[in-house]
């Protein structure tokens, strides 16, 4: 058995994937929850889960020590690198890192080289804008070096007029927030499949990334050209491996946001065909694609979606207990644990013939669990 090591601020989605795929999994996380560590042969810490950022004190040395006991195929990075060329060139000088590199990274992240390759090659992207507009109503401030829409807040008089580095102005578009998933080999991708992304607001954020139904269908207009970008943009800044691509859609429309370089949190919703981190290594070691089969009439959608505190409060040994008994929650607290409003709790899945049906799984799951947390207060 081979071994590997994903890290990732929440790790569990890769390490239950790799182990299925066969993998001797070692885990890297900012919370250690019950099922990453049943999933995982060891666990490291490597950061707080109240900062939801990577610590790189503590990274390192868990490469290294993870290098020295014989790692196996190397480490795979998940979300909490975006922008972090220093973990990632500094982690590859200790153990082989199987993704999209450190270079490749900071020129993706990088908002001017980013949209300039866009409007470069015909690829439609909402108004972006390195100074605020004289009128900043329906605008954005965003973080290229951001996930999840934490770092995403509404445009006001208060932000600076340069927002300067790795921080821009977009403006606020129509349309449903949708997502390509798809592995890539440097010179080509091969998508998996389209997503309807659940976008909320969450502790006065306005646009929380909290998970997503797939695979949903597309006008062939909109699929053909989220397919163009995706190749467009894996080969401009050799992408390698899983990755995701944001976009707005709407009719035959639509209007990339960004992409996320790295294994995505879509990656729940195929995680009926075994086999995505055995792909991801292939594509990034033997530059491999997948023959990834079309969706047919009749297969199930999926939908993950993360569910957040309420308001503050204390999960103790028997309410976790409670929570793990819930076949239909993941990211299982393993023990004790203190939330503020806002804060990740667990997540829930669910399955069905269509989206409609599957966001409305996926509604009673996470009020259940908000209700049975309240029972237990």
């Given at each position: ?22 993998f ?36 390192l040395?868990?490469?290294e ?28 000088a ?23 390759f ?19 109503a ?29 921080r ?35 502790a ?10 797939g ?38 429309a639509?209007?990339v946001?960004?992409?996320?370089p ?24 033997q ?35 409670r ?48 209700r049975?947390?309240?029972a237990?207060?």
């Open positions: 058995m081979t071994g590997i090591a994903v890290a990732s601020i929440s790790a569990r989605l890769l390490a239950e994937a790799a182990r299925d795929d066969g001797e999994v070692a885990a890297l996380d900012l919370f250690g929850d019950a099922d990453t560590r049943a999933a995982s042969r060891s666990w490291a810490a490597i950061g707080e889960p109240a900062h939801l950022a990577i610590d790189g004190d503590r990274l040395p868990a490469l020590a993870l290098a020295q006991g014989g790692a196996g195929a190397g480490w795979i990075a998940g979300a909490g690198f975006e922008g972090r060329r220093d973990l990632l060139e500094r982690g590859a200790t153990l082989p890192p199987i993704g999209t590199q450190g270079d490749a990274m900071r020129r993706l992240r990088d908002p001017r080289v980013f949209f300039d866009l409007d470069a090659h015909d690829i439609e992207h909402p108004e972006v804008a390195a100074t605020a507009p004289n009128d900043r329906g605008w954005l401030v965003k973080d290229a070096h951001g996930c999840g829409g934490w770092h995403i807040h509404r445009a006001d008089e208060h932000d600076a007029a340069e927002a300067g580095g790795h821009y102005f977009q403006r606020e578009v129509a349309g449903r927030p949708m997502s390509a998933t798809f592995v890539a080999n440097g010179r080509d991708a091969a998508v998996l499949g389209f997503n309807q992304l659940i976008v909320r607001p969450v006065g954020r306005p646009s929380v990334s909290g998970g997503a139904v695979r949903v269908p597309l006008p062939a207009a909109a699929a053909g050209r989220a397919t163009e970008a995706v190749r467009a943009i894996a080969v401009g800044f050799s992408l390698h491996g899983l990755g995701s691509l944001d976009f707005m859609a709407q009719g035959d639509i209007s946001l960004e992409v996320n790295r294994p995505p949190a879509s990656m729940a919703l195929y995680a009926e065909r075994a086999g995505l981190v055995a792909a991801h290594v292939r594509a990034c070691i530059g491999v694609l997948p023959r990834w089969p079309a969706r047919v009439a009749g297969d199930p959608v999926h939908g993950t979606e993360v569910v957040f505190a309420p308001h503050r409060l204390r999960l103790d040994t028997t309410a976790a207990s929570l793990a008994a819930r076949h239909a929650c993941h990211d299982l607290p393993a023990g004790a644990t203190a939330f503020d409003a806002g804060d990740p709790l667990c997540s829930v899945s669910a399955d069905g013939a269509d989206a409609q049906s599957v966001q409305a799984l996926l509604d009673r799951h996470r009020d259940e669990v908000h049975s947390l309240e237990h207060a």
